[in-house]
Each structure stands twice: as C-alpha cells, then as structure tokens.
C-alpha cells in the first residue's frame, strides 16, 4: 500500500475538488447505509472526510463515526472538517486499514472509492471482524462498463490510472467483500462507469 500512500499525498490537497462529480454517488452509498440515531459506522478510507456531514446528518451527536485513513495530509484536513463541524462524536485512525486498531463493533461500513482497500484481503477482514451481525456495507467507486461502451471505459481507464494503484478486480471491484458478506446487490452509476454495492452482514 505505499504507491497508495505516496499518490494520496500528493492528491490531498485537490482530492476535494477531484470527487465534487461524485457527491451524488456518496449521496446516495450513505443512504443505502440505512443509519439510524445513535448508529456507530465505519468510514473506510475516509479521505479528507467528506462523507462526515452526510453520515452526521443521520446518526446525530449520540451516533459515532470512526473514521480510517493512513495519508497524514488527507487526515489533517478531515481532522479540521471536524473541528470546523464541532464534532466530538468522530473517531480519526491515522493507519493502514488491515492494521487498524478499531475500538469497537460497528453498525454500517461505507466503502467511498476506495479501491485499493477493497481489494486488499487483510484490510477487508479487519473491517469485516468488526462488524455487528446484521451491520450493512456499502461500498462505491469506479467500474468497467459494457465493454461496448467505450466511451466510458475510457473515462474509467484514465480515472482508475489517477487514482488507483491497480486495475484488478475493476469488473467486480466489491467481490473480496462479498465473500464475506454474501450476496450483494450493485447498481450501475454514471453509464455504467461506477457502481454503488450493498450488503447486509449475517455474522
């Protein structure tokens, strides 16, 4: 994961400016979250915390965001969406997913592209053993369209090389997840270009 960190680093300071396309894709994952008041979730690969407002805006001040992200520079402008929000119900974890000390079990996992992270093993189980049974997963990003859909394909193609270290596993980014949640029902999203999975975690 360390060409994940370093392409991270020197992305933090317009990685917001490069996801405002995607604001209705994140809409919309952290709806499927299904959140009640008082929910605890994991934000998995949080970024610079964009997803906070919208996950804040369900669960309320009695609920609890724990949120996951290795590249300082990413996590000190969330660690300042937090202060300027006035939250004090939000967890910052400066690590590694797979090595992540989460402090508890938690109630739903958002996946906000983070593909790398998807497809890494380790890190999917260590979010995975912390699941309530019944928690829902959701996770979103980019996919290969219809391979007749070249247009988009080329969008994916130039987006993935920006923004992930690898392009395995772009057919089906969520099927290491689905091997421990189970099924999962995925939606495509900007002509096929993207997708959002969901999922409920039996235990």
């Known amino acids: 994961m360390n060409d994940a960190l370093e392409q991270y680093r020197r992305r933090a300071g317009v990685y917001d400016l490069e996801l405002a396309a995607f604001e209705p894709i994140r809409?919309?994952?952290?709806?499927?979250?299904?959140?009640?008041?008082?929910?605890?979730?994991?934000?998995?690969?949080?970024g610079t915390g964009l997803s906070f407002d919208g996950l804040q805006q369900v669960i309320g001040r009695r609920g609890r965001i724990i949120a996951i992200e290795q590249c300082p520079e990413m996590l000190d402008q969330a660690r300042a969406r937090v202060a300027h929000g006035g939250?004090?119900?939000?967890?910052?974890?400066?690590?590694?997913?797979?090595?992540?000390?989460?402090?508890?079990?938690?109630?739903?996992?958002?996946?906000?592209?983070?593909?790398?992270?998807?497809r890494n093993p380790d890190a999917v189980c260590n979010v995975v053993d912390h699941l309530k049974p019944g928690a829902t997963v959701v996770a979103a990003g980019l996919q290969w369209a219809s391979p007749w859909n070249w247009a988009v394909?080329?969008?994916?193609?130039?987006?993935a090389l920006y923004s992930v270290t690898s392009l395995d596993g772009l057919d089906q980014p969520w099927s290491?997840?689905?091997?421990?949640?189970g099924e999962m029902q995925a939606s495509a999203e900007l002509w096929g270009g993207a997708y959002i999975a969901s999922g409920v975690f039996s235990g």
């Open 27 to 46: 809409r919309s994952a952290i709806a499927r979250l299904k959140l009640k008041r008082g929910d605890a979730v994991l934000d998995v690969g949080c």
């Open 176 to 181: 290491v997840l689905a091997e421990h949640i």
């Open 87 to 118: 939250w004090t119900n939000v967890t910052l974890l400066q690590a590694a997913v797979e090595s992540a000390p989460i402090p508890c079990r938690v109630d739903a996992a958002l996946f906000h592209f983070t593909h790398d992270i998807l």
């Open 153 to 159: 394909n080329c969008f994916v193609m130039g987006a």
